[in-house]
């Protein structure tokens, strides 16, 4: 989003390819991994341990009782171990230089196997061009490195500033298939990003999961069940967290046009919850309403959340592209 806003003040658009790695971990060449490990400059004594870790490995099938002959594997990273996704993101590492090298124009950013390529351009023809660019080379890379992309899951979105009467109508070449851009809000990471960034679309579905989840848990609250403490915990922990998860991108502050309509609903939400926990009627003062229930209004927790956000911005190591955002001169920067 930081990026895309910058792009935005130089009169040009963003697009964004999101791939999906197929079956991540179960592919991992463990010659290639300690090459790629050697690349980064690793320690020997690393690298040695992480050769002996994927060594001489056995599996088997079990179905019910029936136990199946082992067998012995020598490809892929075993799954449900702490280092497992250190070494898949190792391994996959040497593919942003690779593709950023190959395709002028194209930044990557990554969450483990769901890789997002960046590229800006004065339309959108031109950032489809560049986009197929480096769908072309991270595919070659992949055949090089023994990585498969799921093209059922691979998406294009385009960032405009202004939408009116702009609609995207090139398409991204990946492999042997056309990725046409999404008309619509698309998801990538969790978050919802439609094409002005707004988040608007992302607000609606986390407030929607939250009263789902409400729902869920209101047989637990009222006059026979949980203390009003442990009802307070369980709301904050699974209520409140689905319904503001990424609101650090989009709360503005108070009273500030395009937030205040979210904040509000946010609000009445909360009441909710506080009415279901205490019993009280709707006619209830509202400040009677916030001190018996504990919870408290919207417009504190969002601003409690985007403070430690920014903190935990803070805390990461100097030369971080996370910690450029602060104080950006882009709207999630100020």
Not at 72 to 83: F, L, R, T, Y
Not at 298 to 308: D, M, P, V, W, Y
Request: proline fraction near 2%; charge should be positive; charged fraction near 20%.
């Amino acid at each position: 989003m930081n990026r895309t806003q910058k792009v935005w003040s130089e009169r040009k658009v963003t697009g964004a390819l999101f791939m999906d790695v197929k079956s991540a971990f179960n592919n991992v060449n463990k010659a290639l991994l300690g090459k790629q490990m050697e690349e980064l400059g690793l320690e020997a004594n690393l690298i040695h341990w992480t050769m002996s870790f994927m060594s001489d490995r056995r599996v088997k099938l079990v179905l019910y009782v029936t136990v199946g002959e082992s067998n012995a594997v020598d490809i892929g990273v075993p799954q449900g171990s702490p280092v497992a996704p250190i070494l898949f993101v190792t391994y996959l590492s040497g593919i942003f230089d690779a593709v950023e090298k190959a395709a002028p124009g194209i930044s990557g950013l990554s969450f483990v196997n769901d890789i997002g390529w960046c590229a800006k351009g004065r339309n959108d023809g031109e950032v489809a061009e560049k986009l197929s660019e480096g769908a072309a080379a991270a595919m070659e890379w992949g055949r090089n490195n023994g990585v498969a992309f799921n093209q059922g899951k691979t998406e294009a979105a385009m960032f405009w500033r202004k939408k009116k009467g702009m609609e995207a109508k090139d398409k991204v070449r990946v492999g042997d298939h056309e990725v046409p851009f999404n008309k619509e809000a698309t998801r990538w990471l969790r978050i919802w990003l439609d094409s002005q960034l707004t988040l608007g679309t992302h607000h609606n579905t986390r407030l929607q999961n939250g009263k789902r989840a409400m729902t869920r848990l209101q047989r637990l609250t009222g006059q026979m069940g949980l203390a009003a403490a442990n009802c307070r915990k369980i709301m904050a922990a699974c209520v409140q967290s689905a319904a503001m998860l990424g609101s650090e991108l989009w709360w503005k502050g108070g009273n500030i046009q395009g937030t205040t309509g979210q904040v509000d609903e946010l609000q009445l939400f909360i009441n909710h919850q506080a009415r279901a926990m205490t019993g009280c009627f709707r006619t209830t003062n509202l400040g009677a309403l916030s001190m018996e229930s504990g919870l408290r209004p919207a417009t504190n927790q969002l601003e409690n959340r985007q403070h430690r956000f920014t903190l935990w911005l803070l805390s990461l190591p100097q030369g971080e592209m996370a910690r450029n955002i602060i104080s950006a001169d882009t709207t999630i920067g100020k």
